[in-house]
């Protein structure tokens, strides 16, 4: 079959008005049991059938009278009163016979003997006593339609009478995994298997987004297959969303199921990512494609799939809380697209910086991450560092100002140090971006990070990390935390197989090589070797190919895209590797010392001083910890 092309570029806010202006959503109606509308929407407004109280009644304990009776009565004279003849003992919310019309509090009586009380001051009409209708009148509104359900609103209803409303019915959301690679969670992978995620985060979107969800089993690439299946979800569903299978390859087959079945009104939108999403109709009901990538399915769900679910449901449409964030790092664009990147948000002093994060469709994990969304508009070409923008929330403010900002050298320390400092106190996080030590060295010169791990080796001195500090920081008061000792090495798959016994033989015995990039203390410390050696970098068979993180240089070694990488021992172990060990250096936490004395940098310290944190660093292996926590002044 033919590759797709795309049938039109629509800018998003044209798409969503020409959609909505061809899909009918025909909302429906129920009625349910009062109790169990917790999160519906009202389609009627719901009025009170009875009073509440629908009886005049006590609001405190002690004795029914005739406020008449009490007249006269002070502290001089006291009036003597009969039980059965001047008043009758109610508790809280005992209803008030008609001869009595107020209520004498227990404390304010003088018992007597036989049944008899004395009271030292008047009583007046009504008082304590909670009329009828007090807080809910008889045919009053309760809540009016279009109101979303809250559990104080249940209790109101129910004393108002009204045992049963009408609220708008849930829609049914047909979702159809598409992809022959696709293969359940829990089965043993094979190479080419992709676990199906997406349609599980589609369910608990639509579950977010108040509809129904109904999955499918997944259907292999064959366009009679995804055909029959579609058929199948219009005539069971209200909405159907098929994933993956919207872009231009030759197995997507999509956009062309739903013409034949439907109409295709949009198919590409210029948004990214999520360019490819097909919007379509089929007997009337709203079909879309979703592209296969995690994150243009993200973005897809909140942009399209969100706004038509919660019009079926009478949900008034929500925006997220928008702030101001100075941008840590330049970012690039495309005049052809309006961009959402997912960003890291931290607070740094008075400042509220954002951290842009991988930028690539299918990194789900930016989107684990992310604190906020980062629009770029179609007529950028992109945003310098420095710059003012404009993020949405995804998180609490509260949550981001309580976070330490952390932007630097990776090491798996890092994110154990993140779940124990939440662990310890759930109002605490730590927020990381791994930019390698000099990217960390340069965000805390521009105040955009409260501390910066680091293990900068200096060529000259073969000193770890106060050269650099004193280089570039010298205008500003930077302590060191000490944190470890680490082995770098080199990592090697399981049985070390082409024998490597130095950074030598990576030039020597030409192999394939995998770096992390500019800036990270661990290029730094090849560079280093290099120098030494003698080996120009032209020679090491991928030097230009650049990974963030320790642990992604170790997948590419475990996965044989690579012979071997330069890494640390903890990395190595997590994946099953061999270690040549090359270096022991320091990696430490730069810091400036107007951050020392906060509360969360002092959790900080304690943790990594404590037993339970050792302990970890015991199970990766590889770490030296004896000067942990000490502060020194470079």
Do not use: W
């Not at 009918?24 to 009875?50: C, F, H, M, Q, W």
Request: aromatic share 8%.
């Amino acid at each position: 079959m033919d590759q797709n092309i795309y049938l039109s570029n629509y800018e998003l806010e044209e798409a969503i008005e020409h959609y909505f202006s061809k899909i009918n959503i025909n909302r429906g109606k129920e009625v349910i049991k009062t109790e169990d509308s917790y999160g519906r929407i009202t389609a009627l407004p719901v009025y009170s059938k009875i009073s509440s109280p629908f009886y005049n009644s006590s609001a405190m304990d002690g004795i029914a009278v005739d406020s008449r009776k009490t007249i006269g009565a002070n502290e001089k004279n006291h009036i003597v009163l009969e039980e059965g003849k001047d008043y009758l003992v109610v508790d809280t919310g005992d209803p008030i016979p008609k001869e009595y019309d107020s209520v004498i509090m227990v404390e304010d009586l003088i018992k007597l003997d036989d049944g008899k009380v004395a009271i030292y001051k008047s009583a007046a009409s009504y008082q304590n006593i909670r009329p009828l209708g007090e807080d809910i009148v008889e045919n009053s509104l309760i809540v009016p339609s279009g109101h979303k359900i809250r559990p104080v609103d249940i209790g109101a209803i129910l004393a108002g009478g009204v045992n049963e409303i009408e609220v708008y019915t849930k829609p049914i959301i047909g979702i159809i995994p598409t992809g022959t690679e696709l293969v359940e969670p829990g089965v043993e992978l094979k190479t080419g298997d992709i676990i199906d995620f997406n349609s599980r985060t589609f369910a608990a979107q639509v579950f977010e987004y108040g509809g129904i969800a109904k999955r499918y089993a997944i259907v292999s690439d064959d366009y009679e297959k995804i055909k029959d299946t579609v058929d199948k979800a219009v005539s069971q569903c209200d909405i159907v969303l098929i994933n993956a299978g919207s872009s231009a390859g030759r197995e997507d087959y999509t956009s062309k199921v739903v013409k034949e079945l439907g109409q295709v009104f949009i198919h590409g939108v210029a948004i990214k990512p999520g360019k490819p999403v097909v919007l379509g109709s089929i007997e009337d009901k709203p079909v879309i494609g979703i592209p296969g990538y995690p994150v243009s399915a993200y973005v897809v769900m909140e942009l399209f799939v969100k706004r038509i679910i919660e019009k079926y449901c009478g949900e008034k449409e929500k925006e997220h809380k928008k702030v101001k964030a100075i941008l840590s790092r330049r970012i690039m664009s495309s005049l052809k697209y309006l961009e959402f990147v997912r960003m890291k948000l931290g607070k740094v002093e008075d400042k509220l910086i954002g951290t842009p994060l991988s930028r690539g469709a299918g990194t789900t994990m930016s989107l684990v991450r992310a604190d906020g969304i980062l629009e770029i508009p179609q007529n950028l070409e992109g945003i310098e560092a420095g710059e003012e923008v404009e993020i949405s929330l995804l998180k609490e403010e509260k949550d981001i100002e309580n976070t330490i900002v952390c932007i630097g050298s990776h090491d798996p320390i890092i994110d154990i140090i993140s779940d124990l400092i939440h662990m310890r106190n759930d109002d605490y996080y730590l927020s990381s971006a791994h930019v390698g030590s000099m990217g960390g060295i340069m965000a805390l010169k521009k105040g955009e990070a409260h501390i910066a791990p680091v293990h900068l080796l200096d060529m000259e001195s073969g000193e770890y990390n106060i050269p650099y500090i004193k280089k570039y920081l010298k205008d500003k008061d930077i302590f060191l935390i000490k944190c470890v000792k680490r082995i770098q090495g080199i990592m090697v798959p399981k049985g070390n197989p082409h024998g490597i016994t130095s950074i030598k033989d990576i030039s020597e015995k030409n192999l394939k090589f995998v770096n992390r990039q500019r800036g990270a203390g661990t290029r730094l410390l090849l560079d280093y070797n290099l120098k030494k050696l003698n080996i120009d970098p032209s020679e090491i068979k991928g030097y230009d190919r650049e990974e963030f993180t320790h642990l992604q240089v170790a997948a590419a070694v475990e996965n044989n895209d690579a012979d071997c990488g330069l890494g640390i021992y903890s990395a190595a172990k997590m994946m099953g590797l061999d270690f040549i060990p090359v270096a022991n250096e320091e990696y430490d936490i730069a810091i400036p010392s107007k951050f020392l004395e906060k509360p969360i940098i002092n959790e900080f310290i304690n943790l990594i001083k404590s037993d339970e944190f050792k302990e970890k660093l015991d199970e990766l292996g590889g770490y030296d910890y004896r000067e942990i926590g000490e502060i020194i002044r470079p």
